[in-house]
């Protein structure tokens, strides 16, 4: 079976599932949700509205937008993870790859269609990450006379760089996936680290010296410094963290893919899956 072949088999599998439009829609709902309520707190502080200090700004107006707008990547890039981590270890959990290596022996062109379908699904979270995040946060903005920066080049920028991380994140999944068989040892190693240890590194960074030469090559910063802007970030540079240029995040980012990727077809691809 040829690449363009085993890229159409893999499409029909990951979409004929209800899998990766539940988490499309939990996406959507977390990211609005998240980003409504910053929405209306950051505007509101920043324009003096809120209760207990009437005309008094308590945060500056300048870059609360691209802050705003950078949630759908600082706080969504879990599901991209997920979908493409699910992606490997559904197959695993109920045997469908079995029929697929008979079909195509050629392992690795199975595991290159589902790096071409991830791309496409990376993409499709991407954008719907960005409309939960950009609709509210924007309506917000607008109605309490806050830029919402919708005319920057720079926040398209931002968007494409946004678009570019999702992608790279659903390859990492995928070579989650492929390391690590089992799915809820896979889940949990995936949750594990991008809501408990990675977090709690990047925030003692903040306050152990030097450490923050070591968390700045870490996933999820190298994920905020791509998009160059997240909530994480605006307190990183508040106490001085160092942060990695975008350029330098996105290919750090695709480092963790490719070596993810490339260890699981060396290793655990290889096996017997049946």
Known sequence: MSLTAATRSESTK?????MWWILGVVLLAYIGMTAAGLGFVFAASATGALPGGPGEARVPTEGIAEVLYS???SIGYVFPLLIGTLMVTSE????TLTPTFLATPRRGVVLGAKVFVGIGIGILYAIVALVGSVGPAAGFLSGFGVQTELASSDTWAMFGRIVIAFALWVLIGIGVGS?????VAAVVVVLAFTQFLEPIARVAAAFVENLDE?????????SDALVGQSIYTSMGQASGAQQLDWWAGGLVLLGYSVVLIVLGHLTSWRRDVS
């Open 14 to 18: 990951l979409f004929t599932t209800a």
């Open 71 to 73: 949630i759908a990547a």
């Open 92 to 95: 695993f959990r109920h045997q």
């Open 179 to 183: 390391l690590v068989r089992n799915q």
């Open 214 to 222: 070591v968390t700045q090559y870490l996933p999820g910063a190298a």
